[in-house]
């Protein structure tokens, strides 16, 4: 048990498959592929340790680490964050506070009577947009379950020129 690192059962099988097989009972058989290097548990806290830190990978590792004592790449924590449905997209930029509830309602209320008078053809609604540049750093990428969507509130004072 001490020179090879394992369990007394597994010794106990051992012992078993070569009675039965001989030498071929000690070759390991065909199986679906490596066993994962972290037990369900620590799969759990790898997980949760993602949802405090979605973006920064290196860190959730560094965390791992010293708990399990099993060194694992960011890679292995990107798989594991896929194979429990998260995807590394950007983070969307979110109003500081919502609109004010009585212009949002008159304006969604205006956007419908325009489209009730353009189904009969009376006029057409035309779309336009503009362009322009904002001074803010590019959004980053992190980490989050499909389906969800993770916002940075952004300040008033960020200006936005437009073209």
Known sequence: MHIFAVERLTISHWFEAWER????????????????????????????????HPQNMKKVVNLIEPETSKRVSTKTIKRLLKKNRSIGKRI?????????????????ALIHHLHAREMPGE???WYCDASGFCFTPSMPYAWQPIGSVREVPTSAQNKRSNV
Do not use: I, N
């Not at 969307?92 to 969604?108: F, G, I, L, N, T």
């Open 92 to 108: 969307q930029r979110a109003p500081e506070k919502p609109p004010d509830p009585k212009k949002y309602e008159r304006s969604k």
């Open 21 to 52: 097989r001989h030498f071929a009972g000690l070759y390991d058989h065909a199986r679906r592929g490596r066993p994962p290097k972290l037990p369900a548990a620590e799969q759990e806290q790898a997980h949760q340790y993602s949802a405090q």
């Open 123 to 125: 006029w057409d609604v």
